[in-house]
């Protein structure tokens, strides 16, 4: 059986999620890697006052991790000219989305098994950014949802689908810490597995995609913190009643 070709779809700058997930390939895969790196860029993002993350900056560059495990390490914008060449001539059959802007149509459809992502949201209910703060804002349960994207923003095929357990005592950055492990531990049973999945979630279903957290929503979500952590179990039951639910 032929190894398979694998393409990590990471950001060119230390990042924790790019750092974690290239070890776990590295540990569980013996497949073919390369890495398509996208360049740093200033988006016109607002950034939610709720901090989820540590402050702290990364200290292993992706070229770095690329260079000790002896993979082909290529630095281009995700949907450019350039990376189109780069995947033609590789043929690959996965890609992994590691850390990356959304990517377009045109280039997920030259991966063979397609390009995976991990979110750190319920699909298709959370999609977009602050997922953490729009779980509570919207009674949601905390979780990641691997799917294989196509066009739309966090759409496609679901692979996987699943919730965390949350603790009264736990902060934002014990959630986030939690989903990034989750995600992780996905990526390492995909790999392990040689991505041989035969789960299929529906995610076309319409919900809008988040929108940037106001002042009084920010208000609100930190106000209900704590209700929502004592709540969270019966939130997750009824969430098992109306969804697709692997955990």
Not at 28 to 51: C, D, E, G, H, M
Not at 220 to 225: A, E, R, T
Request: hydrophobic share 35%; aromatic share 10%; glycine share 4%.
């Amino acid at each position: 059986m032929r190894k398979k070709n694998i393409i990590i779809f990471s950001y060119d700058f230390p990042h924790l999620k790019t750092k974690l997930g290239m070890q776990v390939i590295d540990i569980y895969s013996t497949a073919n890697i390369f890495v398509v790196a996208a360049p740093w860029k200033q988006l016109n993002l607002k950034k939610s006052s709720i901090r989820t993350e540590t402050s702290n900056k990364e200290y292993l560059h992706p070229r770095e991790i690329s260079n000790k495990y002896g993979w082909e390490y290529y630095v281009s914008d995700h949907n450019s000219s350039e990376t189109r060449k780069v995947v033609e001539n590789i043929n690959p059959d996965v890609g992994i989305i590691l850390g990356s802007r959304i990517i377009n149509d045109n280039i997920i459809k030259m991966f063979n098994l397609g390009v995976i992502n991990f979110h750190p949201g319920v699909l298709p209910q959370n999609r977009g950014l602050n997922t953490i703060q729009n779980a509570i804002l919207r009674s949601l349960p905390q979780g990641v949802t691997t799917h294989i994207i196509d066009k739309s923003v966090d759409q496609g095929t679901g692979i996987f689908l699943d919730c965390l357990n949350v603790e009264v005592d736990d902060t934002f950055f014990d959630i986030s810490k939690k989903i990034l492990n989750l995600e992780m531990e996905k990526l390492r049973d995909l790999v392990v597995n040689d991505f041989q999945f035969d789960k299929s979630i529906n995610l076309t279903q319409e919900f809008k995609k988040n929108k940037e957290l106001n002042l009084n929503e920010e208000k609100k979500i930190l106000d209900m913190f704590m209700e929502y952590k004592k709540n969270y179990n019966l939130i997750l039951e009824e969430y098992k009643e109306k969804n697709y639910f692997e955990k």
